[in-house]
T-cell receptor
Framework: AQSVTQLGSHVSVSEGALVLLRCNYS??????LFWYVQYPNQGLQLLLK??????LVKGINGFEAEFKKSETSFHLTKPSAHMSDAAEYFC???????????FGKGTSLLVTP | NAGVMQNPRHLVRRRGQEARLRCSPM?????VYWYRQLPEEGLKFMVY????????ESGMPKERFSAEFPKEGPSILRIQQVVRGDSAAYFC???????????FGQGTRLTVV
């Protein structure tokens, strides 16, 4: 079984500051890992994913994440926050042979001027 | 290529009524997944369907909930005799065969009054 823990249900950063959203996973098999973003009253949009290969994954809107097997982590970062980054962010995991995504509870990112 | 289409976007039902939620997957996608998002929670897997087949319904409540994905037409999530606790956002996602990524619709927000 796979599960995800997102540390911090709310994160606040200043515009231009580094964004760091934490995600730790648990999986007994090689995981596929995902970050999704959800804007108010919208669906989920894929930011980036890790399946195999390079452990540093670059996504849309300047976001990236690094798969660290030794730390069972897949933290999401962005060097400089924009006001438009304010949204809910979800980390998700599934097995490489599975299909159902297991989501974390989400982290709400607030960007202040 | 249109994205995953869900309708209605908002649905209000009185207790005891039936709710029907529709999902048209992306073109070329034969796999459909339904997830439920409760307030302050991440998304929870409900059911995985392929055309005319339910592959995994382990996340579906045992009673009142059913899903189908007919040969023609959209996938339907049906909730009979709705109760207040069914109020949530219901998301549909689709993927192609052997795809690693699921694409989400904008969701149906069900309110039971």
């Amino acid at each position: 079984a796979q599960s995800v823990t997102q540390l911090g249900s709310h994160v606040s950063v200043s515009e231009g500051a580094l964004v760091l959203l934490r995600c730790n996973y648990s999986s007994s098999v090689p995981p596929y890992l995902f970050w999704y973003v959800q804007y108010p009253n919208q669906g989920l949009q894929l930011l980036l994913k890790y399946t195999t290969g390079a452990t540093l994954v670059k996504g849309i809107n300047g976001f990236e994440a690094e798969f660290k097997k030794s730390e069972t982590s897949f933290h999401l970062t962005k060097p400089s926050a924009h006001m438009s980054d304010a949204a809910e962010y979800f980390c998700a995991v599934r097995s490489n042979s599975g299909y159902a995504l297991n989501f974390g509870k989400g982290t709400s990112l607030l960007v202040t001027p | 290529n249109a994205g995953v289409m869900q309708n209605p976007r908002h649905l209000v039902r009185r207790r005891g009524q039936e709710a029907r939620l529709r999902c048209s997957p992306m073109k070329g996608h034969s796999h459909v997944y339904w997830y439920r998002q409760l307030p302050e929670e991440g998304l929870k897997f409900m059911v995985y369907l392929q055309k005319e087949n339910i592959i995994d319904e382990s996340g579906m409540p045992k009673e009142r909930f059913s899903a189908e994905f007919p040969k023609e037409g959209p996938s339907i999530l049906r909730i009979q005799q709705v109760v207040r606790g069914d109020s949530a956002a219901y998301f549909c996602a689709s993927s192609p065969p052997r795809g690693t990524e699921a694409f989400f619709g904008q969701g149906t927000r069900l309110t039971v009054v």
